[in-house]
């Protein structure tokens, strides 16, 4: 399983980016596409996540109701559209996948390399 992420870059405080992460490679049906992200000098943090078969997501606190993750299944892509950005998003975004059904914050096995976003004030 191969992962590309993209649509990151510049934006103003206030501003919008859609992340893409397509999935390449070996799947199957039923997967979970996480989203994280980490500033310089930070841990890498958990950002949301989509389970493909059921549609759940859940969202950490500190981007509900700003962002929201969806999924095109026959692009095999997940979205991860930010609005209402803040300097503090800024860090590189990656997307992660898991086997499995139920998102959750941790157990990912494949990475993406990450897209830098850079929020200005």
């Known amino acids: 399983v191969q992962l590309q992420a993209s649509g990151g870059g510049l934006v103003q405080a206030g501003g919008s980016l859609r992340l893409s992460c397509a999935v390449f490679?070996?799947?199957?049906?039923?997967?979970?596409m996480g989203w994280f992200r980490q500033a310089p000098g930070k841990e890498r943090e958990f950002v949301g996540a989509i389970s493909t078969s059921s549609g759940l997501i859940i969202y950490a606190g500190a981007v509900k109701g700003r962002f929201t993750i969806s999924g095109d299944s026959a692009k095999n892509t997940v979205y991860l559209q930010m609005n209402s950005l803040k300097p503090e998003d800024t860090a590189v975004y990656y997307c992660?996948?898991?086997?499995?059904?139920?998102?959750?914050?941790?157990?990912?096995?494949?990475w993406g390399q990450g897209t830098q976003v850079t929020v200005s004030s």
């Open positions: 490679g070996r799947t199957v049906r039923n997967y979970v």
């Open positions: 992660a996948f898991k086997y499995g059904v139920t998102p959750q914050r941790t157990g990912y096995d494949f």
